[in-house]
């Protein structure tokens, strides 16, 4: 069987928003559902105990514009479902009034079989939506539901694509020494996934308003959402990313007047 081809997009870059007040009706000791806004303890998790289908809500630290949902590194299986409501208050996220209410989606979408069991959620709303509250529900899943965290924000993408010198590639946090009679001496350590990419196109509007105020705000400490390929083909999971920018970028004249060229890289979590 040959494989569908799905046209690529530009990448989409997601600041996550702060989960303030998070609320569950299930969760493990040491694994409370307040893990879930804690994106960069990407090993502090949400579990919960499996005796009934999960919720989750909290609220941001005031009215926030929503467009864009993901759920990062849970368990999900073939039948696993979500549902997303946004709201003001929380009556309007935990009843059915909700401003946006996603129904519910297939978790693992397409579908692809992971090497370590862990699957990502992509959820693009379209239009974005102002919230103070949420609310996330498992409404179908087989035994205890884990997950990493949430990421719920604005989604920027670039008008062009990135240059064609693109790179994927891993930083090994583990070490190895070989000795003179070549014994090793091997130190474990998690592989840390990395991307790079130069945007060489972004217009002066995309860097002064959008690129630049984000990169400010996410510094050296705080981690960004990447999906270098939006589109949704069965790499999508692999082309994933949630972490800390390796260096700080800065954007540089190019032939073009009022255009930037801008190299952006990330050192993944995930």
Known sequence: MGLIMVARRQPIFVEPLDLLNIAANTQLPGQPAGNVGRHEFIGLTWRTDGSVLPWARGTFDGARAVDFFA????????????????GATQAQVDGDAAPYDSGAKVFIDPAIVSD?????????LGVAVLA??????????????????LVLGKALSPARFYDRDYEHGIEPLDSLTINRFAVP????????????????????????????????????TKVVYCCFDPAPSI?????????????????????KPRTVSMEISIRSLI
Request: hydrophobic content about 40%; glycine content about 10%; charged content about 20%.
């Open 71 to 86: 759920i990062i590194a849970a368990n999900a299986g073939p039948g696993t479902q979500y549902r997303l409501r946004l």
């Open 116 to 124: 370590d069991g862990l699957y990502h959620s992509h959820l693009e």
């Open 132 to 149: 103070t509250w949420w609310r996330l529900d498992i409404v179908a899943h087989a035994g205890p539901f884990e997950t990493a965290g």
């Open 185 to 220: 001496d091997a130190t474990d350590g998690y592989v840390l996934r990395t991307l790079g990419m130069t945007l060489s196109w972004l217009s002066e509007d995309e860097h002064e308003l959008y690129i630049a105020p984000m990169l400010r705000r996410l510094g050296s």
């Open 235 to 255: 790499y999508r999971q692999t082309r994933t990313y949630l972490g800390w920018l390796s260096r700080a970028p800065f954007a540089k004249g190019v032939a």
